[in-house]
């Protein structure tokens, strides 16, 4: 049982001492060294009055022990506990590179410090004491105070550069060396031509050691008063997160005008998962708004953050779902209801169908040596619409497959696939259902040849392949109602795939021939190239995928993809070219340069499908970052639909960066083309003074 | 005189020797030198007096130099050391070797112990040896400090 | 002109074959794993190897029209590989791949569940290609040093 503090025994050590009155009193000079557990004290000489419970060190006094950091101090005066006491020229360090010094300081028993004509700063000091940090807090009296781990300050002033921008008569921040601990954080600050003047001051609250909460009601110059809250918590075997926006308020446009009826306007995102053993886990993600336009008004982001739900949403999507999924070494599955509420204006809920359930479930068998593996599974799904049909759908399958190597090098990979569809469609307001049950086959083989020719710095391979593919007929295609499979876009990972169709309701009859060839060279550790060249011809069978899919045609379009990849620079195509007209339906490009001080990233889309109407067909986009000086660089982003000429989203801004500090001046402009709420200009300055926090928008 | 100087100085031993010529007085097996509550104890224990010259008399002690298993004990505090040496005149005791001092609960390890019986100040280590004093230090009960601190406590032994 | 079929000699394709195969914990792992396995031919492998996969899945939304709708969605993973010898901690060969595969953002919203894990496996597939590639390239560059 550890002795008590006070009954602790003191180690001194020093090179010479002398005792005052036979042993009440020792007075050691010449590098003193004195420990009582857990403090320890260094100075030139130390003076030991254990009557008068005083200890007094004088000259390069070094206090270890009384924090994560060690505190200097030209004198000091202590109890004999090397507690409380009084310290002279005092300096502390404190986690993450905090730095506290005063004139005077004085530590009272449960180790709170005061310090008198102090300052505080997470910068780093010149050894030679010249130059001023970037900021510093300076007052005529801080406080570390022990107990509720907090810093206070009497008439602080915030020096930006040796400069006083902000002087304040009382200020106060939570210890940097305090792990979780309750207080105001940050206030957000902003103005926005919609919302007015806006003040959102969060609160963290720990609210135990495996859950904390953070509440910020939020004033704004145009409507009601929002209050915001986040909630986590941390189980034994998973975790859970929540947060939320409540206001009740009339409907505003972009000028802030107030229309529609005043009602209860709230958001909930949030999630959660669990694992019920090594291999598998359930969970549940929530996300629901009062109305399409909630978020947006009160300047949210749709999108929720990413918790490990395995059904993403679209953008403009918020999608509540239960699941269960988890894989072992020879099997997968997945087990997931979910529901959506679409904010895109031109949708309504009512035909948006929700998954209940979608489920998946593969076990894969390792055949004997040389035959391969076959891959059993079962998948389902069934979607049921307030307005509209629903549909059911059950499917069993056995995939085999293989791979042999020939003589000279030849690889040639057998495959053979069965699989049985069981479907039921019903509308109940029309009457009318539908089953269907088909069985369906497939067996094919891809050969490809590579060539190696190592080189002293380019390696090269060159593989060519070729895939023949013969499939069932499927005579039932036309009672089947397409949902799963409802847009296809030919590109490399797809081209030799026996199953080409994202989903099950789309089955390519007949024989089909693909062949294409894959250039790779290699120079250098990391640097590669990479080109690829193939087509797809439909021997027979039917013509089962759009217009846009490139493999309407018997000779379906040219697929073209490359890479390169040098220091510094790379580069990646994606493209489709009609063999007759030579032109380019589809077109994706993205250039990535960067180097120290600029790094750019720009990407070019042009897609000619013409059953995707909604987003932009034809795109740029672009983001960079330039060093300008020192720590001052530039940033910026733009995106811009070239079809209608309209840039959706752009920003520029200048970012000035240190070891202690960030500050972000940045002008945002979106153009979203959202029904009322029009395009949104908005100038955010984001202020980062680590270990104090940030001022930032949402 | 070891502790009080106005009280006598005993002096036992197994056997002594005396050197007439140099006024000296060797003491051996487990001698005792004992001045009031004070005493001093070793193997050996060579005593000078202050006489010079043939047909003097032997005048004081001038000083004893003990050594093997020195003690000096004294109501405030026990020392041990190798070798000790006693000067009458500037009533200073030396101890050297491995010097070990308890006074009450402290313990203090050094390579030289000075006690100056007239004022009770006493001294440990030697600036520049490169040897360190070590000591080890009960702080005072807080009850303690209530008392006064002149009750000095009996030495155990 | 200097090439040779790349599996021609029988070493490279029994060692390929003899690497022990493991990947993380998610789907896309697992499509991975498969796919490097039906690549390798690596299902009796009981050699002295594993090849250690680390992956990491993004999404870069593109074509952002009006009413703020998306047109395309690009899964792009990021593999980092070590092949590990039994027992040793530093990897003997290791490397990084990155892959991309997109969708055209279908109307339905069942269409675009589908679509999207039908994405992630055919990025999985062409990793766990390029991945062969460049371990055959490894063994090859080790056997001619």
């Known amino acids: 049982q550890e002795t008590p503090v006070d009954e602790a025994p003191i180690y001194l050590e020093a090179d010479h001492v002398e005792d005052i009155a036979g042993g009440s009193g020792y007075i050691a000079r010449g590098n003193v060294r004195v420990r009582q557990d857990p403090r320890t004290l260094l100075a030139d000489e130390i003076e030991y009055h254990p009557d008068q419970n005083r200890v007094v060190a004088r000259g390069n006094v070094i206090i270890l022990g009384q924090g994560a950091f060690p505190q200097y101090a030209d004198e000091v005066e202590l109890d004999s506990q090397l507690a409380a006491g009084v310290a002279i020229g005092f300096a502390t360090m404190l986690e993450n590179d905090g730095r506290m010094a005063a004139a005077a300081a004085i530590r009272s028993d449960n180790g709170s410090l005061q310090l008198n004509d102090a300052y505080y700063t997470a910068c780093p000091l010149c050894e030679d004491g010249e130059g001023e940090p970037t900021w510093r807090l300076r007052a005529r009296e801080v406080v570390q105070d022990a107990d509720d781990e907090m810093i206070y300050y009497r008439d602080a002033r915030l020096e930006i550069g040796g400069v006083p921008v902000l002087y304040a008569p009382v200020f106060a921040h939570a210890d940097p060396s305090a792990e979780r601990h309750s207080g105001f954080l940050f206030p957000k600050v902003g103005v926005s031509s919609r919302l007015g003047a806006i003040y959102q001051q969060p609160y963290y609250w720990t609210i135990s050691p495996s859950q904390d909460a953070v509440i910020a009601p939020r004033i704004m110059g145009n409507v009601n008063p929002l209050i915001y809250g986040e909630y986590r918590k941390r189980f034994w075997s998973g975790f859970m997160e929540l947060e939320g926006s409540y206001t009740h308020e009339f409907d505003i446009d972009s000028d802030g005008e107030h229309f529609g009826e005043e009602t209860d306007r709230w958001h909930i995102f949030g999630g959660g998962e669990w694992a019920i053993n090594p291999d598998w886990r359930w969970g549940f993600g929530i996300q629901r708004a009062s109305d399409n336009l909630h978020l947006r008004r009160y300047d949210f982001s749709e999108e929720d953050k990413d918790r490990g739900a395995p059904i993403a949403p679209q953008r403009r999507q918020l999608v509540s779902q239960f699941y269960v999924d988890g894989r072992t070494r020879n099997s997968s599955g997945l087990f997931a209801v979910a529901d959506f509420q679409t904010l895109a204006t031109n949708s309504d809920d009512d035909i948006v169908p929700s998954l209940a359930p979608i489920a998946h479930y593969s076990h894969v068998f390792t055949a004997p040596e040389n035959w391969g593996r076959i891959e059993t599974s079962f998948d389902a799904a069934s979607l049921r619409r307030d307005v509209g049909f629903d549909y059911d759908r059950a499917s069993v399958s056995i995939d085999w497959r293989t791979r042999w190597t020939m003589p000279a090098g030849i690889l040639v990979s057998p495959f053979a696939q069965a699989r049985s569809d069981a479907y039921r469609f019903e509308d109940e307001q029309a009457g009318t259902s539908d089953s269907v049950y088909r069985t369906l086959g497939l067996a094919g083989a891809d050969i490809s040849w590579p060539f190696f020719r190592p080189g002293e710095n380019v390696d090269m391979i060159v593989e060519p392949v070729i895939s023949y593919v013969s499939a069932s007929d499927d005579e039932d295609a036309a009672r089947i109602i397409n949902e799963d499979s409802l847009s296809i876009d030919l590109d490399e990972s797809m081209l030799f795939q026996p199953v080409r169709a994202p989903g099950f309701d789309i089955w390519e009859d007949g024989q089909r021939l693909s062949y294409g060839v894959r250039a790779t060279a290699f120079w250098g550790r990391t640097s590669q190239a990479r080109l690829f060249l193939g087509q797809s011809e439909r021997l027979d069978g039917s013509a089962v995928y759009n217009a846009s899919s490139g493999l309407l045609a018997e000779q379906s379009d040219y697929v073209v993809a490359g890479s390169i990849d040098i220091a510094g620079f790379d580069a990646e195509v994606s493209a489709r070219i009609d063999p007759e007209s030579r032109d380019t339906n589809r077109l994706d490009v993205s250039l990535g340069y960067s180097r120290p001080g600029f790094s750019t990233d720009v990407r070019y889309l042009d897609i000619s499908d013409a059953n995707v109407t909604q987003g932009a067909q034809r795109e740029i986009s672009a983001d960079f970052e330039l060093a300008i000086t020192g720590n001052w660089s530039a940033i910026g982003l733009v995106q811009r639909d070239l079809d209608l000429e309209i840039t959706r989203r752009q920003e520029i801004g200048i970012r000035f960066e240190d070891d202690c500090s960030q500050f972000d001046i940045v002008y945002q402009r979106e153009d979203l083309g959202i029904l009322d709420l029009g395009p949104s200009e908005s100038i955010q300055f984001r202020v980062t003074l680590f270990t104090l926090g940030s001022v930032e928008p949402d | 005189q070891i502790g009080n100087s106005s009280l006598p100085l005993d002096i036992e031993a197994e056997t002594f020797e005396v050197l007439d010529a140099e006024r000296h007085i060797v003491w051996l097996g487990n001698v005792h030198v004992v001045q009031g509550d004070s005493s001093l104890q070793a193997d050996r224990m060579d005593v000078y007096y202050t006489g010079e010259g043939p047909g003097g008399g032997w005048g004081d002690i001038d000083r004893i130099v003990a050594t093997d298993n020195v003690f000096y004990i004294t109501p405030a505090q026990r020392a041990r050391g190798d070798r000790g040496v006693y000067e009458l005149a500037e009533e200073v005791i030396t101890l050297t070797g491995d010097v070990v001092i308890t006074q009450g609960d402290n313990v203090i390890t050094t390579t030289r112990f000075v006690n100056n019986l007239t004022t009770g100040n006493s001294n440990f280590g030697e600036a520049g040896t490169g040897e360190r004093v070590r000591m080890v230090l009960q702080p005072a009960r807080s009850t303690d400090t209530t008392e006064s601190s002149e009750a000095a406590e009996t030495p155990e032994g | ?145």
């Not at chain 3, 593109?62 to 027992?87: C, K, N, P, Q, W």
């Not at chain 3, 055209?104 to 569940?113: E, F, G, I, L």
């Open chain 3, 1 to 145: 002109c200097g090439f040779s079929p790349m599996y021609g000699g029988a070493g490279v394709n029994s060692a390929l074959s003899d690497i022990q195969v493991e990947t993380g914990r998610e789907q896309v792992d697992f499509h991975l794993q498969e796919a490097l396995l039906d690549r390798m031919g690596a299902r009796h492998a009981v050699g002295p190897y594993t090849l250690r996969t680390e992956s990491e899945t993004t999404r870069a939304a593109l074509g952002v029209g009006t009413d703020a709708a998306v047109s395309r969605y690009a899964i792009g993973l990021t593999v980092d590989y070590g092949l590990f010898r039994d027992g040793d901690v530093e990897p003997v060969v290791s490397g990084s791949v990155e892959t991309e595969a997109s969708y055209n953002v279908p109307q339905s919203v069942y269409a675009s569940v589908a679509a999207e894990r039908d994405a992630t496996e055919r990025a999985a597939q062409l990793a766990a290609e390029r991945i062969a590639n460049q371990l055959v390239r490894a063994l090859r560059d080790a056997d001619t040093q």
